[in-house]
């Protein structure tokens, strides 16, 4: 894409929280992106390391990169869904996308995602994909879908595909989301649910209820893998947050989605009560893994064969 074609602002936003050691690789990544017309919001949780400080530092000294940059800190810690959502208030660009302070976007990635939208002539989100990293710093170029998820990308690329491929595996790394900003009044004038530690499936469930989301298969940012991932220190809770989301939703779609909702949240629970040590599930835990392998395998196959249906 040609410079001619920046013609809207980007915002990136940054919900920052105890990453002093990653957030200046992560902010050095937004400055490369080559997209011209960028917008850079930072909000420090309250971490109770230097994390503030360096991203004020780090702004200081790249502030001509961008057209705003505004980094301001919660009083107190807000959790991730109420942070996302201040910086949303704080963002004026026409599109948006969200980055972990530990993340980092590879270059290209947002005209990439943005050129997807206007080819389509879509107002709503698309996700790209996403290399790996950790706490050393090597970048695994695999895809982290693949890695991570063992997702089938063919089926996250196809328009009838994709509902089907997100509900079945829940395969969405963190920082790959960019979405236009009409999107927000779409639905219901709030991306974020502040109550949830994983407010990402209920986003990404209400994106897909609406047919709201699309998949290019780009390399737009890294995941940084590390213990402290929010679903690794709260795995438990996030199993059940996870279930929860599948049931209240089931509802906001066609009826053979709603049955793979009613599915996968049924398997959840499953799953949790294993985990809890309780062997009178092993059994059904075993039958449902195998369904699941062979609903998960003839909706991969429909998809490859019947892509646009």
Same mark, same amino acid.
């Given at each position: 894409?040609?410079?001619?074609? &920046?013609?809207?602002?980007?915002?990136?936003?940054? @919900?920052?929280?105890?990453?002093?050691?990653?957030?200046?690789?992560?902010?050095?990544?937004?400055?490369?992106?080559?997209?011209?017309?960028?917008?850079?919001?930072?909000?420090?949780?309250?971490?109770?390391?230097?994390?503030?400080?360096?991203?004020?530092?780090?702004?200081?000294?790249?502030?001509?990169?961008?057209?705003?940059?505004?980094? $301001?800190?919660?009083?107190?810690?807000?959790?991730?869904?109420?942070?996302?959502?201040?910086?949303?208030?704080?963002?004026?660009?026409?599109?948006?996308?969200?980055?972990?302070?530990?993340?980092?976007?590879?270059? %290209?990635?947002?005209?990439?995602?943005?050129?997807?939208?206007?080819?389509? %002539?879509?107002?709503?989100?698309?996700?790209?994909?996403?290399?790996?990293?950790?706490?050393?710093?090597?970048?695994?170029?695999?895809?982290?879908?693949?890695?991570?998820?063992?997702?089938?990308?063919?089926?996250?690329?196809?328009?009838?595909?994709?509902?089907?491929?997100?509900?079945?595996?829940?395969?969405?790394?963190?920082?790959?989301?960019?979405?236009?900003?009409?999107?927000?009044?779409?639905?219901?004038?709030?991306?974020?649910?502040?109550? $949830?530690?994983?407010? &990402?499936?209920?986003?990404?469930?209400?994106?897909?209820?609406?047919?709201?989301?699309?998949?290019?298969?780009?390399?737009?940012?890294?995941?940084?893998?590390?213990?402290?991932?929010?679903?690794?220190?709260?795995?438990?809770?996030?199993r059940r947050e996870l279930e929860?989301?599948?049931?209240?939703?089931?509802?906001?779609? @066609?009826?053979? $989605?709603?049955?793979?909702?009613?599915f996968v949240a049924a398997g959840?629970?499953?799953?949790?009560?294993?985990?809890?040590?309780?062997?009178?599930?092993?059994?059904?835990?075993?039958?449902?893994?195998? $369904?699941?392998?062979?609903?998960?395998?003839?909706?991969?196959?429909?998809?490859?064969?019947?892509?646009?249906?």
């Amino acid at each position: 894409m040609t410079r001619a074609d &920046d013609t809207e602002l980007v915002s990136v936003l940054v @919900p920052a929280f105890n990453h002093e050691r990653h957030i200046v690789a992560c902010l050095d990544s937004v400055a490369a992106e080559t997209w011209s017309r960028l917008e850079l919001v930072v909000i420090d949780d309250a971490s109770t390391d230097g994390t503030y400080a360096v991203a004020k530092e780090w702004a200081q000294s790249h502030g001509d990169r961008f057209e705003r940059v505004v980094v $301001l800190r919660n009083e107190v810690n807000a959790g991730v869904g109420a942070t996302l959502n201040r910086l949303l208030r704080e963002a004026r660009g026409c599109y948006i996308t969200t980055l972990a302070s530990d993340d980092l976007l590879v270059p %290209g990635g947002i005209p990439a995602r943005i050129e997807h939208l206007r080819t389509t %002539g879509s107002r709503g989100a698309v996700i790209g994909d996403c290399w790996l990293t950790d706490d050393t710093g090597l970048v695994r170029r695999d895809s982290a879908y693949v890695v991570l998820h063992g997702a089938r990308k063919h089926a996250l690329a196809a328009p009838a595909g994709i509902r089907r491929e997100v509900i079945l595996n829940w395969s969405v790394p963190g920082p790959v989301l960019l979405f236009h900003r009409d999107l927000i009044e779409r639905i219901g004038g709030h991306m974020y649910d502040e109550t $949830l530690i994983a407010e &990402d499936r209920d986003l990404y469930l209400r994106l897909l209820a609406l047919d709201a989301l699309r998949f290019v298969d780009l390399p737009v940012a890294v995941y940084r893998l590390h213990g402290s991932n929010t679903g690794a220190v709260h795995f438990h809770h996030v199993r059940r947050e996870l279930e929860e989301a599948d049931r209240r939703h089931r509802s906001s779609f @066609p009826r053979g $989605l709603a049955m793979m909702l009613g599915f996968v949240a049924a398997g959840r629970r499953i799953e949790y009560r294993v985990d809890q040590g309780s062997r009178a599930w092993k059994v059904p835990f075993t039958a449902y893994r195998v $369904l699941r392998r062979a609903v998960y395998d003839a909706h991969s196959c429909w998809t490859r064969f019947r892509p646009t249906q």
